[in-house]
């Protein structure tokens, strides 16, 4: 199918911000956390009602993983809940839903990157409920579930909520010392290419389901921090790190590398993740995206 009209909730975010341009040919109604509250059903329904959507994108998400810990009724309400709304009113109105989970939904004790049909083992309330929110969004018929990780894409100087790469690339830029893990192991994701892969699905005729949407690879956050100095021809600055010297609130997994074959067989080949590094490093001076979620 080709969409012509796409609902994105939460799109002021990162993501979302990247999901608007991606479909910015369409007729597109991007509506920020604060237009629209996800965990309210009735708010929901009216906002389908207005939009008249063939596609809905959420990228709306509780995103506080330690602060979870301590509120895991937000948490629940926004990444689970929250998602059965928008499945429902999804199949009420004949669109497809896309809604991004998380590679935290695993446990991190494997060795080589998770496919999708890995079974998940999540180790904090976070993760929990972003896996309850894979099985609702699930429900309905026409639905993707996109796993990401490790997202960056923003532009410099951006106010909203900063990934971990931010930090790094201000870091290094600033000549101060960068603090990164050498045992956690990730699979990047750049906005860009994430959102280009979710408008292929949404147009290709992708059979609906689970995908992992991840940048090519798996690297230590040294190691993406080192190729990060190298592209940018800073100096390294780099103070390792092993992930039992720090004590977190929530428990993260320390391997979480996603496999992104699956995507690949649906037609949409992710580039490496360096590649997409060193496009984001060019870009980001030049992007204009929106900074408050």
């Not at 928008?86 to 990157?113: C, N």
Request: contains cysteine.
């Amino acid at each position: 199918m080709s969409a012509s009209r796409v609902l994105v909730a939460g799109a002021a975010g990162q993501l979302g911000v990247a999901i608007v341009e991606a479909f910015s040919d369409r007729a597109v109604v991007g509506l920020t956390r604060t237009a629209l509250d996800i965990t309210d059903p009735v708010s929901v329904e009216r906002a389908v009602d207005a939009a008249a959507p063939d596609v809905i994108v959420n990228c709306s998400a509780f995103n506080d993983v330690d602060g979870a810990e301590s509120r895991p009724l937000e948490a629940l309400a926004v990444n689970a809940f929250g998602v059965r709304n928008l499945a429902r009113q999804a199949e009420r109105v004949g669109a497809v839903l896309v809604h991004y989970s998380t590679d935290f939904v695993f446990d991190g004790t494997a060795h080589e990157p998770y496919d999708e049909d890995a079974r998940p083992s999540p180790l904090s309330t976070y993760a929990g409920s972003k896996l309850l929110g894979e099985w609702l969004a699930l429900e309905a018929p026409r639905a993707f579930v996109l796993r990401v990780e490790s997202l960056f894409g923003t532009p410099r100087g951006w106010r909203g909520r900063r990934g971990s790469l931010d930090g790094i690339v201000e870091r290094l830029e600033a000549g101060t010392e960068v603090t990164v893990f050498t045992d956690r192991v990730v699979s990047p994701s750049y906005t860009v290419d994430v959102a280009r892969a979710t408008r292929h699905l949404v147009d290709s005729g992708a059979a609906p389901g689970l995908y992992h949407c991840v940048n090519g690879g798996a690297a230590t956050w040294h190691d993406v921090a080192l190729e990060t100095a190298r592209v940018l021809g800073v100096e390294a600055r780099l103070r390792p790190l092993k992930m039992a010297d720090v004590v977190f609130t929530a428990v993260r997994p320390r391997y979480c590398a996603l496999a992104n074959r699956k995507l690949a067989t649906a037609g949409c080949t992710m580039p490496a993740w360096q590649d997409a590094l060193r496009r984001w490093l060019a870009a980001r001076d030049g992007m204009t995206h929106a900074s408050n979620e």
